[in-house]
């Protein structure tokens, strides 16, 4: 049985989409859910749980993409998403590489949130559980992935802070050093 079923048709950034066997089973499964929470609302939910894998991927890509590096393959499985890109050069690359996941899904989970308060997710009929998905399911997707633990996005993550320390200590510095030159002439 082959795991990876590659998408036709379909690039991300320009690689290839793969799918693992697992996403039209747990689709299935949560689609088999209809019998509870009635058929619309099941397929809502798989095609929303689904969607924000794929953000999240096609955020990495589309930051690894505009680094000039190549996005050799974005992968979808039923429990996560893997996109591949060319090794990066710099760490603060791979960092940033890293915050493209996690800043696309808030593009999409920040408006879907507000609009649930300002309009009342039961006001939107249907179209609410998609809001709730993508809002608030969203957000609390971004926050686990970017917890500090291997195999997270968070692993690499949060070297932001020590690379933004030293960044701004560099700054410093060149600045200390430009301005005793500038008294100089």
Same mark, same amino acid.
């Given at each position: 049985?082959?795991?990876?079923?590659?998408?036709?048709? %379909?690039?991300?950034?320009?690689?290839?989409? =793969?799918? /693992?066997?697992?996403?039209?089973?747990?689709?299935?499964?949560?689609?088999?859910?209809? &019998?509870?929470?009635?058929?619309?609302?099941? #397929?809502?939910?798989?095609?929303? =749980?689904?969607?924000?894998?794929?953000?999240?991927?096609?955020? /990495?890509?589309?930051?690894?993409?505009?680094?000039? =590096?190549? *996005?050799?393959?974005?992968?979808?499985?039923?429990?996560?998403?893997?996109?591949?890109?060319?090794?990066?050069?710099?760490?603060?690359? /791979?960092?940033?590489?890293?915050?493209?996941? %996690? $800043?696309?899904?808030?593009?999409?989970?920040?408006?879907?949130?507000?609009?649930?308060?300002? *309009?009342?997710?039961?006001?939107?009929? /249907?179209?609410? $559980?998609?809001?709730? !998905?993508?809002?608030?399911?969203?957000? #609390?997707?971004?926050?686990?992935?970017?917890?500090?633990?291997?195999?997270?996005?968070?692993? !690499?993550?949060?070297?932001? !802070?020590? $690379?933004? !320390?030293?960044?701004?200590?560099?700054?410093?510095?060149?600045?200390?050093?430009?301005?005793? &030159?500038?008294?100089?002439?």
């Amino acid at each position: 049985m082959r795991k990876w079923l590659r998408v036709r048709q %379909v690039r991300i950034f320009g690689a290839p989409l =793969y799918v /693992h066997w697992s996403v039209p089973l747990i689709a299935a499964l949560l689609v088999s859910l209809s &019998f509870l929470v009635g058929p619309w609302l099941a #397929i809502t939910a798989a095609v929303c =749980y689904f969607a924000l894998i794929l953000l999240h991927e096609a955020g /990495h890509a589309f930051v690894a993409h505009r680094l000039g =590096y190549e *996005v050799e393959a974005v992968r979808l499985s039923g429990w996560h998403g893997r996109c591949e890109f060319e090794a990066p050069e710099t760490e603060e690359h /791979h960092v940033m590489i890293v915050w493209g996941g %996690v $800043l696309a899904q808030l593009a999409v989970a920040l408006p879907m949130v507000t609009l649930a308060a300002l *309009v009342g997710r039961e006001n939107l009929g /249907h179209a609410g $559980l998609a809001v709730a !998905i993508l809002g608030r399911t969203n957000l #609390i997707m971004a926050a686990v992935n970017l917890l500090p633990v291997r195999g997270l996005d968070g692993a !690499i993550a949060w070297r932001i !802070i020590p $690379l933004g !320390i030293q960044w701004w200590r560099a700054r410093r510095v060149a600045k200390r050093a430009l301005s005793k &030159f500038s008294r100089r002439s």
